[in-house]
């Protein structure tokens, strides 16, 4: 897995992007009509991104490349070229990353976005969240960021980190992360957006903090969350409890911990199972436990 495009995934891009964004310049007029393509690729990135949002303000102008170029270039090329008019555009947070794509928070939904190359990767790197300006692009079977980024030369607070990083989790509990243009939610139920809700409010003690009033509501209002609240609140407290065990010289041990109590421990997990079925809790108790070994 991979956060940009392959190698060869990314020669295809930029060549039919750099084609488009030629292609666009002179049917409005922005470049002149002789511009060849080594001078385009010779244009600094400031005025290749205006040349860019030109682009955009047109309804057809894929649509016309297309016209233009059909014996041109491959099925695979139209086929990419149309589906770019399924862009994204606009105000973006990148609110985080996995190994796989990085996260970025758009008005309604959080898109899993891979960078072009390793170049444009860094661009989408740094202290989150970010406010960056871009298109996204249906790619393949991936959504893309087009590798003109602008920032806003902003810093965020905690709180207000916390509220995107928020707005992010919330989006994703009851939408996914949109993996594809045009975006397709996916349907997930609502018990099950509950629980995402939940994991991810309580996924730092950051986050947990902040959200704390919404989560002590949907956990009132959904008593079924209560065990995995309790499971999550034992995670956050068990931290503590493995420096101070510790610090006591314990090793090898597998504990049980209900919120922030030790109510058994064990040499192995199967002993510990065991303990804990003598001990002949409610199953909601049971599933309330958080199991850690040192």
Same mark, same amino acid.
């Given at each position: 897995?991979s956060?940009?495009?392959?190698?060869?995934?990314?020669?295809?891009?930029?060549?039919?992007? !750099?084609e488009?964004?030629?292609f666009?310049?002179?049917?409005?007029g922005?470049?002149?009509?002789?511009?060849?393509?080594q001078?385009?690729?010779n244009?600094?990135?400031s005025?290749?991104?205006e040349?860019?949002?030109?682009?955009?303000?047109?309804?057809?102008?894929? =649509? %016309?490349?297309?016209s233009?170029?059909e014996k041109?270039?491959?099925k695979?090329?139209a086929?990419?070229? %149309?589906?770019?008019?399924?862009?994204?555009?606009?105000?973006?947070?990148?609110?985080g990353?996995?190994k796989?794509?990085f996260?970025?928070?758009?008005?309604?939904?959080?898109?899993?976005?891979?960078?072009?190359?390793?170049?444009?990767?860094?661009?989408?790197?740094g @202290?989150?969240?970010?406010?960056?300006?871009?298109?996204?692009?249906p790619?393949? @079977?991936?959504i893309?960021? @087009?590798?003109l980024?602008?920032?806003y030369?902003?810093i965020?607070g905690?709180?207000?980190?916390?509220?995107?990083?928020s707005?992010?989790?919330?989006? !994703?509990?009851?939408?996914?992360?949109?993996?594809s243009?045009?975006?397709i939610?996916?349907?997930?139920?609502?018990?099950?957006?509950?629980?995402?809700?939940?994991?991810?409010w309580?996924k730092?003690?950051?986050?947990?903090?902040y959200?704390?009033?919404?989560?002590?509501?949907?956990? @009132?209002?959904?008593?079924y969350?209560?065990p995995?609240?309790?499971k999550?609140?034992?995670?956050?407290?068990s931290?503590?409890k493995?420096?101070?065990?510790?610090?006591l010289g314990?090793?090898?041990?597998?504990? %049980?911990?209900?919120?922030?109590?030790?109510?058994?421990? %064990?040499?192995?997990?199967k002993?510990?199972?065991?303990?804990? =079925?003598?001990m002949?809790l409610?199953?909601d108790?049971v599933?309330?436990?958080?199991?850690?070994?040192i």
């Open positions: 897995m956060l940009h495009l392959e190698e060869r995934e990314f020669h295809v891009f930029i060549n039919l992007y !750099t488009l964004l030629l666009s310049g002179k049917r409005n922005s470049i002149p009509q002789n511009m060849t393509m001078k385009f690729r244009l600094p990135v005025k290749k991104s040349l860019r949002e030109g682009m955009y303000e047109s309804d057809d102008v894929f =649509k %016309a490349f297309l233009q170029n041109k270039i491959s695979e090329e086929g990419l070229v %149309a589906g770019f008019n399924d862009y994204e555009r606009g105000v973006f947070y990148v609110v990353k996995t796989e794509f996260h970025l928070l758009g008005e309604k939904y959080t898109y899993g976005v891979k960078a072009i190359s390793p170049s444009s990767r860094d661009l989408l790197e @202290d989150y969240p970010l406010m960056i300006n871009t298109v996204l692009l790619f393949q @079977d991936k893309i960021c @087009d590798g980024v602008s920032y030369n902003l965020f905690k709180n207000t980190s916390a509220s995107l990083k707005q992010a989790a919330g989006s !994703t509990a009851k939408f996914g992360i949109i993996q243009l045009p975006a939610p996916q349907k997930i139920d609502v018990k099950e957006q509950n629980e995402r809700l939940l994991l991810s309580m730092t003690k950051r986050m947990f903090e959200n704390e009033y919404e989560i002590y509501n949907l956990v @009132d209002e959904n008593p969350l209560r995995l609240f309790n999550e609140q034992g995670r956050h407290n931290r503590g493995k420096k101070v065990l510790r610090e314990i090793k090898s041990t597998y504990f %049980a911990l209900f919120k922030d109590t030790i109510i058994t421990s %064990a040499k192995n997990r002993e510990l199972q065991l303990n804990i =079925k003598n002949k409610e199953e108790l599933d309330s436990l958080f199991i850690f070994k």
